[in-house]
């Protein structure tokens, strides 16, 4: 099993930004793909940004390209969303997601991953 425990989400004012870490334990060398995703109350759960722990490699969904920047510290199992420039419609609650691998937009496919954080609230006053 590996365990998921997400921080960093807040307030902010549009425009402004935020920075969320998630911190894996537990069986950790069983997965390379970590992703964030996020829901608001009106919409389904989707794809935000993903990173391969080994290469390094990062796929974003369009709505964020430019503005989010995911990173990852393997010495402290830790993937991390930089958020610049937040709308109003960046408010959900974000979730941190881990999968054994991943491929470029395969990694936006939701049932790919087997592990789940909780979930952080963002909330992006306009």
């Known amino acids: 099993q590996v365990q998921l425990v997400e921080s960093g989400g807040g307030l902010v004012q549009a425009g402004g930004s935020l920075r969320l870490s998630c911190v894996a334990s537990?069986?950790?060398?069983?997965?390379?793909?970590m992703g964030w995703f996020r829901q608001s109350p009106e919409k389904e759960r989707e794809f935000v940004a993903a990173?391969?722990?080994?290469?390094?490699?990062?796929y974003y969904a369009d709505s964020v390209k430019g503005r989010f920047t995911i990173s990852r510290d393997n010495s402290k199992n830790t993937v991390n969303l930089q958020m610049n420039s937040l709308k109003f419609e960046d408010t959900a609650v974000y979730y941190c997601a881990a999968a054994r691998s991943c491929y470029a937009s395969r990694c936006s496919v939701r049932s790919l991953y087997d592990y789940w954080g909780q979930g952080t609230q963002v909330t992006v006053s306009s």
């Open positions: 990173i391969s722990r080994s290469t390094g490699s990062t």
């Open positions: 537990g069986r950790t060398f069983s997965i390379d793909a």
